[in-house]
């Protein structure tokens, strides 16, 4: 499978615990986008990365919430102390180039607290 | 501010009618991207179309078509003759200067059988 690869498919945490959600982009891009998808609701953009650099993170939480995309590796979105209002889906989207290229999204992270 | 407005909250319909969900978008920007996106219950996100700001011609792929009004801010998606499988929650995207893309909240379209 050549496309954006989350895992994983489904995260139980406990409140208070960490949450390491993590994607693969499709081969060849260099973006990443991460969303979040609350219940019943659309995406909300959170944060915008390239390799080893964060472009925009205007839609990430400032507290807990961090984002990372090395130069080898997965991106990794990082939820510490998580509490019950994180659950939701989080979807990784990557594309060739910056805007007005298609973000190709993977099927999403379904956080769930407990 | 609303970036991205789809008034319909939820369509139903029975198979074989035509449907149309609409996309008001709001932007400064001279250039910008439109986007269509399907995501059926099974919770993936399917791209179905992308459209600049300069090409304003309308798009027909199968049983879907796209119009594209910058006079009105629009691009609204129509779907001939729906199916049970045409079933799912569609959203608009805007994308600006920044890259990332504003989702409108999503139309979710039932058709019946």
């Known amino acids: 499978n050549a496309g954006v690869m989350q895992n994983p498919r489904h995260l139980v945490r406990r409140r208070g615990q960490e949450a390491r959600l993590r994607c693969s982009p499709m081969?060849?891009?260099?973006?990443v986008y991460w969303y979040r998808q609350l219940p019943e609701e659309g995406l909300k953009f959170m944060v915008y990365l390239q390799k080893e650099n964060i472009i925009d993170e205007s839609g990430m939480p400032k507290e807990r919430f961090s984002a990372e995309f090395p130069k080898e590796g997965p991106s990794i979105l990082r939820i510490q102390q998580v509490v019950r209002g994180d659950s939701a889906a989080y979807f990784c989207?990557?594309?060739?180039?910056?805007?007005?290229?298609?973000?190709?999204f993977g099927d999403g992270t379904r956080l769930s607290i407990l | 501010a609303q970036k991205v407005t789809q008034a319909q909250t939820e369509i139903s319909v029975v198979e074989k009618e035509d449907v149309t969900l609409d996309c008001v978008y709001e932007t400064r920007d001279t250039t910008y991207y439109l986007f269509w996106y399907k995501q059926p219950p099974s919770g993936e996100l399917v791209f179905l179309i992308r459209r600049n700001s300069f090409d304003e011609q309308n798009e027909i792929s199968g049983r879907y078509s796209w119009n594209f009004q910058k006079s009105t801010s629009s691009f609204n998606f129509t779907i001939t003759a729906s199916q049970v499988v045409d079933s799912a929650v569609y959203f608009c995207a805007l994308s600006e200067a920044r890259g990332d893309m504003r989702f409108g909240a999503g139309t979710r379209l039932t058709v019946k059988p």
């Open positions: 081969k060849g891009h260099s973006h």
């Open positions: 989207a990557s594309s060739h180039g910056d805007r007005g290229w298609p973000q190709h």
